[in-house]
């Protein structure tokens, strides 16, 4: 009797120690997660000379918004810029997804399949491989250089992802509404626009989310396409304050963080629909 | 479902401006990069003078492309296998009822909302090898002479300074991979792994024998998705460390851009985005026909 409650206890004992070195072990793993953050903040609130001096990881003596000011009057042009840019390729992209959602998971004409594989297909691609072309093909129409040059480019490569999101959201929709819908005399505009449209609002926050951070956060397509430092969204800026003569770390800290906020804010506000947009990244649904 | 034809062939319709675009867009445009890799054009202005397979000869032979190719593989490969250790290690330690989840789920995921760009100024900053990390190293005793980014050793064909990246970006991505993880862990019915435990299988057997083989298509997922990132890596590279000292951290993507972008010399660019073009597909290409076999027999 009192071997067998010595056992329990015991394994009461290492239990709780397993339990106790699990938090460790999860606590451990998000201070590492966290530093990167800890060393922005700390940097961005200190003065040129304190960021300068060795002590990079202490605290700022004092809290200084030298910094944030300095990288605030740089960047905000480029956050107007990436505001500009963003939200017309989002909801454009968002757009013809949701079409195409709606054809593919729901009209399944003959190769509709092969279709939409290939068109899957663009989503992967390094768009290296289609940049020249694109650069020769904007100069021609006239928006090489331009905000709308870079949208339309969103838009158009944002189509793969935005259909296969669109398509896999739709497909949990009952056949059986949408019958009902075509018995009452509707077509298929009819459909989507009736009942399609009114139940997509998860499936758009969603894609909404997925869009705007992939478009805020891109940097390939904006410093090839913009040139000019007056159209510039805020990735190339930022890129180009870290490339100059005297290194300020204090601003460039500050600057990250600003240039980061947008999308931070969106994934600490609607992290749920972010992650679900994230898994349906990798093709299943 | 009720479909009438005349409906089939207005739901086309409704898709044809997309398949437009992306044929134009996407399948057009590789082949007119295809057509400029073979192609004598240098300088601004466009010229279409086929030379044949010179750009590519040219590029094997360059030792810069040969660096990149072997950086681009090793890479690859300690990016995946980082970021798959530690994302499959969170996902197993999260998934067993922790108070805060939430919370933790948050902060390993955070890194995901940003843009390359900010995690390489970011790591830039904390991999300095005067200010950074070295100094904590040094506090706690450890060997601080650490040249990160800057150092040009290679051991073997492997460019000490990769780590640097390959910290940042699994820095990036393990969340990611958590996420995954985690969202296959909670499909395994609960049972299966109790019936396990009751026929006296210990932890690491149920790992090894139960959990890890009905996990082998996320892992096969997260392969796919982590090892396309990593074939194309360019913007953190720019923001973090450049082309690097004698190539250290130089990567094909970003040997393209300068190629083109800088030096005018627009057909052996195209020649490079080719490549690129291929080796992703390599991986992309026999995963989508996996993924739409197993849709079309579910």
Redesign the interface.
């Given at each position: 009797m009192s071997s067998a409650t010595q056992t329990w206890k015991t394994e009461r004992a290492v239990a709780s120690l397993k339990r106790t070195v699990?938090?460790i072990?999860?606590v451990a793993?998000?201070a590492l997660?966290?530093?990167?953050?800890y060393?922005?903040i700390s940097?961005g609130l200190k003065t040129f000379q304190e960021a300068r001096l060795?002590a990079?990881?202490s605290l700022p003596p004092s809290v200084s918004l030298q910094a944030f000011s300095a990288a605030f009057t740089r960047l905000a042009p480029h956050l107007e810029n990436s505001f500009k840019l963003v939200i017309p390729a989002t909801f454009g992209s968002a757009l013809?997804g949701s079409?195409?959602g709606?054809?593919?998971s729901?009209?399944r004409?003959r190769g509709a399949?092969t279709?939409f594989?290939?068109?899957?297909?663009?989503m992967?691609?390094?768009?290296?491989?289609?940049?020249?072309?694109?650069v020769?093909?904007l100069r021609t129409i006239g928006l090489y250089g331009t905000l709308w040059g870079l949208i339309l480019t969103h838009i158009?490569?944002g189509?793969?992802i935005t259909?296969l999101m669109f398509r896999n959201f739709y497909a949990k929709i009952p056949?059986e509404l949408?019958?009902a819908g075509?018995?009452d005399g509707l077509?298929?505009?009819g459909v989507y626009r009736r009942i399609i449209v009114p139940l997509s609002a998860p499936g758009l926050v969603v894609v909404v989310i997925w869009q705007f951070?992939s478009i805020?956060?891109?940097?390939?397509f904006a410093?090839?396409i913009t040139q000019r430092p007056g159209v510039q969204p805020i990735?190339v800026a930022?890129?180009n304050l870290?490339g100059s003569q005297v290194i300020e770390?204090n601003v460039?800290?500050a600057?990250?963080l600003l240039?980061?906020m947008p999308?931070?804010v969106?994934?600490?506000i609607l992290?749920k629909y972010?992650?679900r947009g994230?898994?349906a990244?990798?093709?299943?649904g | 479902m009720i479909r009438t034809k005349r409906d089939l062939t207005k739901a086309v319709l409704l898709v044809t401006p997309s398949i437009v675009l992306v044929s134009i867009f996407v399948y057009g445009f590789i082949l007119w990069s295809l057509r400029t890799s073979v192609s004598a054009w240098q300088g601004i202005r466009p010229d279409y003078t086929f030379v044949g397979l010179r750009n590519y000869i040219h590029l094997f032979q360059s030792t810069r492309f040969q660096i990149d190719l072997w950086n681009t593989a090793y890479f690859t490969l300690f990016f995946i296998a980082t970021c798959i250790v530690v994302g499959f290690v969170l996902a197993f330690l999260i998934n067993r009822n922790i108070r805060g989840e939430g919370v933790f789920r948050t902060v390993y995921l955070f890194p995901m909302a940003l843009s390359f760009i900010v995690t390489g100024v970011v790591w830039r900053w904390m991999l300095n090898p005067t200010f950074g990390v070295n100094i904590i190293l040094e506090n706690l005793g450890f060997p601080s002479d650490w040249g990160w980014y800057t150092d040009p050793t290679r051991i073997g064909g492997f460019h000490v300074a990769l780590t640097s990246l390959i910290l940042a970006a699994s820095w990036q991505f393990a969340g990611y991979t958590m996420a995954i993880y985690l969202a296959g862990l909670r499909s395994i019915p609960y049972e299966v792994i109790e019936s396990a435990r009751m026929d006296g299988a210990t932890e690491i057997m149920i790992v090894r024998k139960v959990v890890l083989p009905m996990l082998r298509s996320i892992t096969l997922s997260a392969v796919v998705v982590l090892g396309h990132i990593s074939l194309k890596i360019f913007d953190l590279v720019m923001a973090m460390t450049g082309r690097g000292p004698r190539f250290a951290t130089d990567f094909p993507g970003v040997f393209m851009f300068e190629t083109t972008f800088t030096g005018n010399r627009y057909g052996e660019g195209a020649a490079i985005s080719i490549v690129m073009l291929v080796m992703v597909a390599l991986i992309i290409i026999p995963y989508l026909v996996h993924v739409f076999r197993q849709e079309t027999h579910e």
């Open positions: 699990l938090y072990t999860l793993f998000a997660f966290l530093t990167p953050l060393v922005v940097t060795a990079m990881w013809l079409i195409n709606y054809v593919f729901k009209w004409f399949n279709i594989a290939l068109m899957l297909f663009g992967f691609i390094p768009y290296q491989s289609i940049l020249i072309p694109l020769v093909f158009v490569y189509i793969p259909t056949d949408l019958d075509h018995i077509d298929l505009l951070t805020w956060n891109d940097f390939l410093v090839t990735t930022l890129q870290a770390w460039q800290m600057g990250a240039a980061a999308t931070l969106l994934y600490i992290g972010f992650i994230m898994l990244g990798s093709v299943k | -």
